[in-house]
């Protein structure tokens, strides 16, 4: 079997990476190989739950409700 040594990995690749594994029950490495090996299947649905993940990492965890909220901007749009 291979392996592969990554070096100089961006902090904020290696916090995301982290993050997914904490969350999956794996370790790095093992989240590291699901992942590679997803984008290079590159199925709809991996692509859909990458990106999914990416918006959720980008949301602080007291971001709280949208502001302004869905309903409000549908209003705002009818009136004008």
Not at 6 to 13: F, K, Q, Y
Not at 23 to 52: I, K, M, P
Request: proline share 5%; glycine share 6%.
């Amino acid at each position: 079997m291979h392996s592969l040594q990554i070096r100089s990995l961006p902090d904020h690749v290696y916090q995301a990476l982290a993050l997914r594994a904490e969350r999956a029950h794996r370790s790095l490495a093992q989240q590291a190989l699901v992942e590679l090996a997803g984008d290079v299947e590159g199925t709809a649905g991996h692509r859909r739950r990458t990106v999914l993940e990416r918006i959720k990492l980008g949301l602080s965890p007291d971001a709280g409700a949208l502001a302004p909220s869905p309903e409000q901007l549908i209003r705002d749009d009818r009136e004008r």
